[in-house]
């Protein structure tokens, strides 16, 4: 029978509905990042550097593009014959398709898989944060704890504890309370949702709530296996780890990498980021070409002035024009002339010649308020903005538009223009 030490069970099969048009064909751990990553290389990559060599990845929603991004795990060295990499979409029952609920449903409906590495020990992972960690470090505390449960933390400044689930600790640093989004926290130790459980543990909690609706680690199975007298402790995380739930954070973790000093490094030599890599030529800067402090993917040609960026590969920049502040993913095409300012632009978009990102004031998104903030202009992947026309502020564009969808060649700010992809 095959045993292994521990397994990774990656969850990578959330919408990202905050990240708006980019994930409207996308799942959320499969959108670029840093011109040659995905969100998903970072988890995986710290499986692989932790010496965890079995990881099956949990797909639901749009997951081609991952499916493909991930294929046998090559680049992670995770194209093993025992173990390695395994993507587990939902299955079909005789009867009918049974979609994850929940967290916990997700791995609830692996039992077999996981049971097949008759593991000691499973770790629970999220596919969607910026971070690098050392899960072997987390499994010494685990055991050093005698530990049933143990979750990784995070501390946050006292004024955004609100946002997360936090937990409260005695002196051994066990676990004697949760509270998910207090109002009033007594805490600033937040749940990264990273738990490291004993196999018997989990396997009993799931099995017992099976039938539990939506499912969820975090609301179910901790208050469960605390309630059920398990020991449950917190690992405090200090080192850099960044939620990409919203656009903002997501534009604002990207301009971080290209800090003089940047507080995550993608240049290190002891803990590398592994990714599929295409094999494309090297970058090209014309005689008038100008680039300062940025991110340039490979295969990517620029004729104009790029300033404070990250871009990603086979992207081309018209002469004349001046990115500044901005995303640009792989195969965009920006024309001559444009002036692009705190600009997202999701994969394979045409931007015409003469086009402006990012004018006027802001004003509030009219559709998507939450989504829409802090004067970014998004565009959603294999979008076409036509020639000579003008974007304003919080505001989000998918699909093939022409002069007619921009009355006066202006696409005011807080307004949008959605020709594809599900948004309701």
């Known amino acids: 029978m095959i045993k292994k030490e521990m397994i990774a069970m990656l969850l990578a099969g959330g919408q990202g509905s905050r990240l708006g048009v980019l994930t409207s064909g996308i799942a959320k751990p499969a959108v670029a990042f840093g011109g040659k990553y995905r969100i998903i290389d970072f988890p995986l990559s710290n499986c692989i550097n932790s010496g965890i060599d ?136 937040a749940s990264m949702g990273i738990y490291i459980f004993n196999w018997k543990i989990l396997k009993d909690a799931l099995i017992t709530l099976k039938d539990q609706p939506g499912c969820d680690f975090g609301k179910h199975v901790i208050p469960y296996c ?36 940047p507080d995550f490094n993608l240049y290190e030599e002891f803990w590398k980021i592994y990714t599929k890599a295409d094999v494309i030529p090297p970058q090209y800067l014309s005689e008038n070409a100008s680039v300062d402090r940025c991110i340039i993917g490979e295969g990517t040609e620029i004729y104009g002035k790029v300033y404070n960026s990250v871009i990603g590969a086979g992207v081309t920049i018209g002469e004349g024009s001046v990115v500044r502040d901005s995303i640009i993913m792989k195969g965009t095409i920006i ?54 026309v003008k974007v304003g502020k919080n505001t989000a564009i998918i699909g093939e538009t022409d002069a007619a969808d921009y009355p006066d060649g202006l696409l005011k700010s807080g307004e949008s223009i959605i020709k594809a992809g599900d948004l309701s």
């Open 335 to 388: 024309g001559a002339g444009c002036k692009l300012e705190k600009a997202i632009i999701a994969e394979n978009t045409v931007i015409g010649n003469n086009v402006e990102l990012g004018v006027g004031e802001e004003a509030v998104n009219t559709r998507f308020p939450k989504i829409y903030t802090d004067g970014l202009v998004t565009i959603g992947e294999n979008t076409v903005v036509p020639d000579d």
């Open 54 to 189: 079995t990881v099956g990845v949990l797909t639901q929603y749009q997951p081609l593009r991952l499916n493909t991004h991930i294929g046998i795990g090559i680049p992670w060295d995770l194209d093993r014959n025992v173990g390695g990499v395994s993507v587990l979409p939902p299955y079909e029952k005789s009867g009918n398709a049974e979609w994850y609920s929940g967290t916990a449903n997700a791995i609830y409906q692996n039992l077999k898989y996981m049971e097949y590495y008759n593991p000691e020990y499973v770790i629970i992972l999220g596919g969607d944060h910026i971070y690098k960690m050392d899960y072997e470090v987390m499994l010494d505390f685990h055991k050093a704890h005698n530990a049933d449960v143990t979750l990784a933390t995070f501390p946050v400044p006292m004024e955004e504890a609100s946002r997360f689930g936090i937990v409260i600790t005695d002196d051994e640093r066990r676990i004697t309370e949760f509270e998910e989004k207090p109002e009033h926290p007594r805490s600033n130790l």
């Open 226 to 261: 605390h309630n059920n007298g398990n020991r449950i402790f917190a690992y405090e995380f200090n080192g850099y780890w960044r939620d990409v739930g919203t656009l903002t954070s997501y534009w604002q973790s990207n301009m971080e990498l290209i800090d003089i000093v």
